[in-house]
């Protein structure tokens, strides 16, 4: 039986990747999630999992060096998949410190830890081991406007955020010990994902929760920059998809050619629950498109991000399997009917953190 070391496994995509890996594999793999449970985690994610007796929970930061090197030591690891990052490019310009921490330092701790319970006494590493790093294709930087340049696995990294220049250094690092040790890994750098369990600070969620009580919609600047959205389950299948029949010591990009502005997005969403929610739904009276508030852009914006997935079509067969009419319908119900789910990660502090980022905007 496989065993998984998921990092960051209580947030968005790391908890849609567990529930993806039990259905897909039910009792032929173990899961050990290792997550610190910041602002972002939430194990109310996992709640049908955590009964299983293949599943384990380990609260744990992936910068303390003693607590994942313990985890290796007391369970024979075949497969790191590491998501646990400071994820939210806003915050990231608000208090870059804990991107660097999180992103650059968890991964160099979460790189030594495997590479020291899986090399062998020659330097090789023990059969079938991989580690894969997911990351994003925010390290590319920017495309023009022009509606026919990529992102593909061979564009120089150019990241602006310090969210982006977190994860260019983490996929970095992954890259020497690849380079340097022969350490088997992958990385796999995947466009902007939708879908259930996503933290409303994100634009999707956050604009649903809005509509939903009447509050403004905040776009940024003009609303005109574009972003390739992706349904989080075939994110989750292009991870396994990768770490089973990809190369080792290759990077991916994951996407699929569906770019929008982020205008587009709010007038979808805004339409959609117009569309599903019933009339005698309370809710429905507070949703409008004159909630649309144009505010202060962010800054250094990145324009257009568009990945160019021909590599893991080709390679690994890999294709995305929702197309977004289907998929923004299925992501707003789940939100419809997990209104407590809502209720309960926006309560406390992030209602704070809301304040402090859009009271001046
Ligand atoms: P998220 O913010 O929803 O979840 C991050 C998780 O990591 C949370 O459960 C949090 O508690 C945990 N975590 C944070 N710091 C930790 C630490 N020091 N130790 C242990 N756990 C810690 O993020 P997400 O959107 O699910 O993104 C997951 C990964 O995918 C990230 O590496 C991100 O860069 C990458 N990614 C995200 C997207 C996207 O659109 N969301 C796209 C491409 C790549
Ligand atoms: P976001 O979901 O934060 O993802 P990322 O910055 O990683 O792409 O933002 C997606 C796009 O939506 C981005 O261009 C910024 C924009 N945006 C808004 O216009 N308003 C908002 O309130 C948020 C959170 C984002």
Known sequence: MRTYLVTGGAGFIGSNYIHYM???YDNEIRIINV???TYAGNLENLKDVENRDNYTFVRADICDKDAIEKIFAENDIDRVVHFAAESHVDRSIKNPEVFVQTNVLGTAVMLNAAKAAWENADGTFKE??????VSTDEVYGSLPDDGESY?????PYSPHSPYSASKASSDMLVKAYMDTYHFPANITNCSNNYGPFQFPEKLIPLMINNALSGKDLPVYGEGKNIRDWLYVDDHAKGIDMVQEKGKLFETYNIGGHNEKRNIEIVNIIIETLLEILPDDDPRKKNVSKDLIKHVE???GHDLRYAIAPDKIREEIGWEPETMFAEGIKKTIKWYLENEEWM????SGAYEKYYESMYSGR
């Open 22 to 24: 039990f259905r897909k």
């Open 128 to 133: 079938g081991k991989k580690f894969l790093h």
């Open 297 to 299: 852009d962010r800054k």
């Open 343 to 346: 209720k309960n990660v926006t």
């Open 151 to 155: 992102f593909y696995e061979t564009t």
């Open 35 to 37: 997550d610190k449970l």
